[in-house]
């Protein structure tokens, strides 16, 4: 197995030891920026009252 091969998403520790709300949202967005958003489904009805 080659150490030196870089992971697939880096892991940058920010100096405070945790991420910013800021920096979880731009990740997540950046996660799925090139997926379509999914269609909204209509609400399902209830099969018992």
């Known amino acids: ?3 030196s091969k870089t992971p ?3 892991r940058r520790a920010a100096p405070g030891g945790s991420m910013s ?3 979880i949202k731009a990740r ?3 996660m799925f920026a090139d997926s379509p958003a ?3 489904r209509a609400p ?3 099969r018992f009252a």
Do not use: G, L, S, V
Request: net charge neutral.
């Open 28 to 30: 997540i967005e950046a």
């Open 1 to 3: 197995m080659n150490a």
């Open 8 to 10: 697939a998403i880096p």
């Open 38 to 40: 999914p269609a909204p």
């Open 44 to 46: 399902r009805k209830r």
């Open 21 to 23: 709300t800021e920096d």
